[in-house]
């Protein structure tokens, strides 16, 4: 298996852009996590879904990002519009039966808005 | 909610030395324990983990952790560092049942490996 991947690896926008993030879980992984890791907050968590659906988005920004799982092997994180703040590393990770087996990270996503 | 501490931000030792990096949790039932590894531009891997049973546990690259209730803590240690060890290493809590199945991570230890 090629693991959790992401694209893309570096993203470069300007303020007020919108910004896509991509992930593909590990095949037959039925939980996806969203995490965003800074300097200041260390790792934290933006959403998670089971079986596709939203099952705690509590930590992310409503107003400007936005989480889907169209489908098992597919999830996007979209930030409209992007501000400096939101300049970090965004992890996917999944799961097999949740918390109880651990994650596979992937590699993640630098993003710098400038 | 649970919580992770990880009180030491930066650790540096000697190759072929011995490394323990502290991690104490707050959880309110027998929680579920990792540790995953950083190495810089990467993804985190995991080390370990503790569900139940035998308090000490066995990992990748010759790690191990010891899960003592009466402490909350789950301290990583290993018996001699090799320069490839030198990386970021994050604690983990996860809730058992219910709530929201989630990992609640330290904010890390940085370990320095000097030749």
């Known amino acids: 298996d090629a693991g959790v991947i992401q694209s893309p690896r570096h993203e470069v926008t300007e303020m007020g852009q919108e910004v896509t993030l991509r992930c593909k879980p590990i095949?037959?992984?039925?939980?996806l996590f969203w995490y965003r890791q800074t300097m200041m907050q260390g790792l934290e968590l933006l959403v998670y879904?089971?079986?596709?659906?939203?099952?705690?988005d509590s930590g992310m920004p409503k107003d400007r990002f936005s989480a889907k799982m169209p489908n098992a092997s597919f999830s996007t994180l979209k930030i409209q519009p992007s501000e400096p703040r939101d300049s970090a590393v965004y992890f996917c990770?999944?799961?097999?039966?949740?918390?109880?087996?651990?994650?596979?990270f992937g590699s993640g996503t630098r993003l710098t808005v400038v | 909610a649970q919580s992770v501490t990880q009180p030491d931000i930066h650790i540096t030792v000697s190759e072929g030395a011995s490394l323990e990096l502290r991690c104490n949790y707050s959880?309110?039932?027998?929680?579920?324990l990792f540790w995953y590894v950083q190495s810089p531009g990467q993804g985190l891997q995991l080390l370990l983990k503790?569900?139940?049973?035998?308090?000490l546990v066995q990992g990748i690259k010759g790690f191990e952790a010891e899960f003592k209730r009466s402490q909350s803590s789950f301290n990583l240690r290993k018996p001699s560092v090799h320069w490839s060890d030198a990386a970021e290493y994050f604690c983990?809590?996860?809730?058992?049942?219910?709530?929201?199945?989630?990992?609640?991570f330290g904010k890390g230890t940085k370990l320095t490996v000097n030749p």
């Open positions: 990770a999944s799961s097999f039966g949740a918390a109880f087996y651990g994650y596979t």
């Open positions: 095949s037959g992984h039925d939980y």
């Open positions: 879904f089971n079986n596709k659906a939203v099952m705690d």
């Open positions: 959880y309110g039932a027998t929680p579920y």
């Open positions: 503790y569900f139940s049973g035998d308090t």
């Open positions: 983990a809590v996860g809730a058992r049942r219910g709530g929201s199945e989630k990992l609640v």
